[in-house]
């Protein structure tokens, strides 16, 4: 369990989709880093950093520029985390240690004031998606894993590639209801029952990204607004934080181009939006 030190704050960002294809968010990206990195301040890299992952044999400007921004953090005192998203989850050890960053279990837990707060990618919600749920299953699988981060670069590539192409085919011919959280599944993790078989007890808070949904949910059957109702407050049992996603390449109208999540020791949290 993480707890924000008393005179310092936690940033929360996700589904940045880092790649060649997004210069202008990596710019967003770096200052954004710079601007809250300071002591005792806690940044939270929820997953789905980078676009794709091909292990950490492969680096490239982006991947290059992302650890000289995480280092240039940790200098000014900040500590970095970061949890897998469905599109980064080969992260490694090798690439935490180059950067600089700790590399947390999803969901990871913190203490804030009287408030337990589940932290999670979130795709682990999304469980109306069952072919979906079924690929992460496997590909969570550390054998799995062994197994093709032991293939050719070249072949990773090609597969990495071929799968991103499968689940773009899929998401548009899916409705749109199946890739959001499932409510029933939100409710079951506050009380403890993680699909994964975690367990810790009843949660106060859940804040995950991965939806593309940015929303400030008051309760946990409520589904999701177009628009978080209200961007600060104080944190409160039932509470359900959606991140934003990260777009400054190609945003679309009336959508933030991205943002994160400022929370405080005393449970005060606001949400940040960049339009
Ligand atoms: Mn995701």
Redesign the pocket.
């Known amino acids: 369990m993480i707890e924000i030190p008393q005179h310092g704050a936690a940033f929360f960002a996700s ?1 940045l989709h880092l790649s060649e294809h997004t210069p202008h968010t990596l710019d967003a990206f770096e200052n954004w880093l710079a601007s809250v990195s300071q002591d005792d301040a806690l940044i939270f890299l929820l ?2 950093l980078f676009e794709v992952w091909y292990g950490d044999d492969y680096s490239d400007a982006t991947s290059n520029r992302v650890v000289q921004a995480i280092q240039s953090a940790k200098s000014a005192g900040a500590k970095v985390y970061f949890m897998h ?3 980064d989850f080969l992260i490694g050890e090798t690439f935490a240690e180059a950067a600089g960053l700790e590399i947390l279990p999803d969901p990871e837990f913190l203490l804030v004031k009287h408030h337990v707060v589940l932290i999670t ?3 682990q919600l999304c469980t109306d998606d069952k072919p979906y749920q079924k690929f992460r299953t496997q590909s969570r699988d550390e054998k799995w894993q062994a197994n093709f981060l032991a293939l050719p670069l070249e072949k990773r590539i090609e597969t990495a590639n071929s799968i991103r192409t499968e689940s773009k085919a899929h998401k548009a011919n899916s409705a749109l209801s199946i890739m959001d959280a499932n409510t029933q599944t939100v409710a079951e993790s506050f009380q403890g029952k993680w699909p994964d078989g975690y367990y810790i007890g009843k949660n106060d808070v859940i804040l995950h ?2 939806t593309h949904r940015c929303a400030i949910h008051p309760d946990l059957s409520s589904k999701a607004p177009t628009k978080p109702e209200s961007t600060q407050g104080e944190l409160l049992k039932g509470l359900r934080i959606v991140l934003p996603d990260w777009n400054f390449d190609n945003p679309e109208k009336n959508r933030p181009k991205g943002g994160f999540l400022k929370m405080l020791a005393t449970g005060e949290y606001s949400l940040n939006l960049f339009s």
């Open positions: 589904d997953g789905d998203g469905n599109r990618h979130g795709d990204g991965h």
